[in-house]
């Protein structure tokens, strides 16, 4: 075999391998490189976004101003303005009867007739008494002046003149007292003819033809009159809303059976007292009633324009926080930094309240301040829109 069978390689062979290993470490170098970035660059997201969750995002709200008036609605009872149960001032049976339900009848009117017969009776017994009496008033007065005339001739003595006189004296009262026991009974014998006490409407009919009737108070109610063409409604006004309602002030009130349609109602009286059970005060409405819409006994609601408190402030009621340390809402200063405000609530609107005092008009007050809040905590105040889906939510 010859030498030349037994020459080294060529070196382009190797040239090319250390070319391909040069250039696959450096692959793996950049691969690795980059895979370190990006877990690094995954950490500083994490730890950013770990930091961002730290800070509580809130949504803020500036007070609005209570300068504008607001209604309070309330439910109510409307009564007639006058309301009469008729009760007999006799006893008898019921002769007749002529308004029924629902009849409008004038002062004075006929109502009914009640038979008295015993009451019949005593008035003749009394005037049978009367008459004896003033017989006897009579005689005894013929019989004092003849003895006064006797006197004068000595005939008699004064001391029986005296008793002649005071026999006279006598008789004329038992027949004055007679005279009264009659005109009593004539007055009694009056009350068989029950008439309507003022003009108005017969709201109930409580008797019949030959009804066995008992006399005074505690025997049957026999018709009700009600004065229909005013009606009064009671309402029961919450103790921090009495003083807003006045005297003469207005009030709207509807009904269920005229929907969409309302009435004026004007405040007549007070009761200028709490009821230590409910704590409200009752306040009178007269509703005029001209046309007889409205019925009495129904319920109404009514609406009383509050008037209006240049200086108070409202906010949302999700906006109070309530805890060991009272009644607070959280406010953000300028470096978004919390800080908790004692407040008083003067009215409550359900959604929102109105506040006394605590905050100023130029506040951003916390509208659901988060769990665990605390004076001090940094917060980020939510976007605007998103501010705006929290309160709709609220």
Do not use: C
Not at 101 to 126: F, M, R, W, Y
């Amino acid at each position: 075999m010859s030498s030349d069978s037994f020459q080294s390689p060529s070196p382009t062979p190797r040239r090319r391998l250390r070319v391909a290993g040069i250039i696959a470490a450096i692959v793996i170098l950049a691969i690795v490189v980059a895979g370190v970035a990006t877990r690094a660059n995954d950490a500083r997201t994490i730890s950013k976004w770990t930091d961002e969750q730290a800070t509580p995002t809130v949504a803020v709200v500036e007070p609005e101003s209570g300068d504008k008036g607001h209604d309070l609605q309330l439910p109510g009872r409307l009564e007639a303005y006058a309301r009469a149960p008729i009760y007999a001032r006799v006893s008898g049976y019921l002769k007749s009867w002529s308004a029924d339900i629902g009849a409008k009848v004038k002062a004075g009117q006929l109502l009914a007739e009640i038979e008295t017969p015993d009451l019949d009776q005593q008035l003749l017994q009394a005037r049978a008494d009367l008459a004896s009496a003033q017989a006897n008033a009579a005689l005894a007065g013929t019989t004092a002046k003849r003895w006064e005339g006797m006197r004068d001739s000595d005939s008699v003595s004064k001391q029986e003149v005296d008793e002649k006189t005071g026999d006279f004296t006598a008789k004329q009262a038992l027949a004055r007292s007679a005279q009264a026991n009659v005109d009593r009974i004539m007055a009694l014998k009056s009350f068989t003819r029950i008439v309507a006490p003022f003009d108005g409407v017969v709201t109930a009919r409580e008797t019949d033809v030959g009804a066995l009737i008992n006399a005074g108070g505690g025997g049957q109610e026999l018709f009700v009159v009600s004065d229909t063409h005013t009606l009064r409604m009671y309402v029961n006004v919450p103790q921090n809303y009495a003083p807003s309602i006045r005297e003469g002030a207005s009030a709207t009130l509807s009904v269920p059976e005229y929907p969409g349609q309302t009435f004026t109602g004007k405040v007549e009286a007070s009761a200028n007292a709490i009821n230590a059970a409910t704590g409200t005060t009752l306040v009178q409405v007269a509703v005029d009633n001209r046309d007889g819409k409205l019925l009495p006994g129904s319920y109404a609601s009514v609406k009383f324009d509050l008037p209006s408190d240049a200086g108070s402030l409202r906010v949302p009621a999700s906006a109070l926080v309530f805890d060991d340390k009272g009644l607070r809402v959280a406010v953000v200063d300028a470096q978004n930094k919390v800080a908790f405000k004692q407040v008083t609530i003067t009215r409550d609107y359900g959604k929102s309240v109105q506040l006394g005092s605590g905050i100023a008009a130029g506040d951003r007050v916390i509208e659901s301040p988060p769990d665990g809040l605390a004076d001090g905590d940094t917060v980020r105040i939510a976007a605007p829109d998103k501010a705006k889906a929290t309160h709709a939510k609220a």
